[in-house]
């Protein structure tokens, strides 16, 4: 049964790379009407080097002054000082994300506070700058059963294979820790990285560049994306195909010699667009600037295997005797200091369906809050190969990443490069080092 009308939120959202680009991804003062210059503003930080005029023309709200001063625009416009600051969610999201590993000298001493805290007290947004309040639910599996904390307890599911933990205080939110094998990790980066991205799925990349086939292979072969048209020219759909290359719209791959270098066109290796990949939508296409999903919008449905796992996954949250049906998906890539501010995911019809939520690559912070931004949130741990599920109550609950950890904490991938060490893994090795991403499924109807 799905929530009284009533209670629902009404649908806002942001999520495009810029989100996570910036600190405070969201305005102020508890504000859930969240509006087009909130969202506006948080698509204005794409990468110094490079605007586009699709990506500039998503964003509406960027002010001249922020941009000088190279600030968050929201900021500029409207949270000057500390009034960012001034929930508890915030406090955290920002003490995440500023925190920094001790120096080598103080690090084990650090470690084993973490362990401790594992297996401690959780909530109350953290503490200081050590992650001592951060929930492993990792180091709870390998503590054994007794050992739990108050507050958190096991929630396994008859007829389900694995472990799972819920919080007493947190109903609908499940944590399946280790939920995936590292060759299932494996296939759906390769999947999030090779498929995921292919049209007629949209990504953060299609508002500028039209459609772009074959991303993955294009960067593994070193390409180029040139601009053949430029965005003055003829509207995308009526150009033609330019060589065998050529990409619908204004844009093809073209290897590196193929390129006129008097005519200096615009131009991108395919390598740095996989980096600057921030989000693809599966299955129902989700439009954010009207922050719905957009049934009209050509989409194919979310592959079987992907769906299979959805609906295997989701039994500790569904409502017994129904099944999860994958409708659509949003895939998350985060680089190195990406973070992603705290929302509620309420666009979907039925809230007793989990929102399915696989974790794959470099290691973060995930902050659950309460239906407010003042509520402290729980910091926790998400691993690869982890699984999230937040249904009912839980999709009323604010949370977001506010930090990824990379380079230094390779431990925790370590499983994953020793099976991507082919040859034609080599990319994607390369790319999983310091990033993660995120594949979250969701019953739309
Ligand atoms: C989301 C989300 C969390 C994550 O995409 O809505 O909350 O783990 N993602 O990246
Ligand atoms: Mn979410």
């Not at 996570?20 to 509006?35: F, Q, T, V, Y």
């Not at 000082?81 to 001493?109: C, H, I, M, V, W």
């Not at 759906?188 to 949209?202: A, G, M, V, Y």
Request: charged share 25%.
């Amino acid at each position: 049964m799905a929530f009284p009308a009533a209670l629902r939120r009404q649908p806002y959202r942001s999520r495009p790379r810029q989100d996570r680009r910036r600190s405070w991804p969201s305005r102020g003062g508890g504000d859930r009407n969240l509006d087009r210059n909130w969202f506006g503003a948080l698509l204005t930080s794409v990468g110094q080097d490079h605007q586009s005029e699709g990506e500039k023309q998503e964003g509406t709200a960027r002010t001249a002054a922020a941009a000088a001063a190279h600030l968050p625009a929201m900021y500029a416009e409207t949270e000057p000082g500390a009034a960012a600051e001034r929930t508890a969610f915030r406090r955290a999201e920002k003490q995440y994300k500023l925190y920094k590993p001790p120096s080598r000298k103080g690090r084990s001493k650090s470690r084993s506070r973490g362990k401790q805290a594992g297996g401690g007290g959780f909530g109350g947004g953290g503490g200081g700058g050590d992650l001592s309040a951060v929930v492993d639910f990792h180091a709870l599996l390998a503590a054994g059963k007794g050992e739990l904390p108050a507050g958190i307890r096991r929630c396994d599911r008859a007829g389900f294979h694995l472990p799972v933990f819920c919080f007493l205080d947190r109903p609908g939110f499940y944590f399946i820790p280790g939920a995936l094998s590292t060759e299932e990790q494996c296939y759906w980066i390769r999947e999030s990285l090779k498929t995921f991205p292919q049209p007629p799925n949209r990504t953060n990349l299609t508002a500028t560049y039209g459609p772009i086939s074959d991303l993955l292979i294009a960067a593994k072969n070193q390409k180029i994306l040139v601009e053949v048209e430029s965005s003055s020219g003829k509207p995308r759909d009526e150009q033609n195909n330019v060589g065998e290359n050529a990409h619908p719209g204004k844009f093809k791959f073209v290897d590196d010699s193929e390129i006129q270098k008097e005519e200096r066109p615009k131009s991108t290796m395919a390598a740095a667009l996989v980096r600057k990949l921030r989000w693809s939508t599966l299955g129902l296409q989700f439009d954010w600037s009207k922050r719905n999903y957009d049934v009209s919008l050509p989409h194919s449905k979310i592959p079987d295997d992907l769906a299979t796992l959805a609906k295997k996954m989701a039994v500790p949250a569904m409502p017994s005797g129904e099944e999860f049906t994958a409708e659509a998906a949003i895939v998350n890539y985060y680089g190195p200091s990406d973070m992603l501010g705290g929302h509620v995911d309420d666009m979907e019809a039925d809230w007793t369906k989990p929102i399915v939520s696989i974790s794959l690559g470099c290691k973060c912070i995930f902050l659950l809050g309460g239906k407010t931004r003042d509520e402290a949130p729980t910091p926790m741990f998400l691993r690869s190969g982890d699984i999230v599920l937040m249904a009912g109550e839980a999709r009323e609950r604010f949370h977001g990443v506010p930090r990824i950890f990379t380079e230094g904490d390779q431990q925790d991938i370590s499983g994953l490069v020793s099976e991507l060490s082919d040859d034609d893994d080599r990319f994607i090795l390369d790319y999983i080092h310091n990033s993660r991403i995120n594949i979250n499924i969701r019953q739309v109807y």
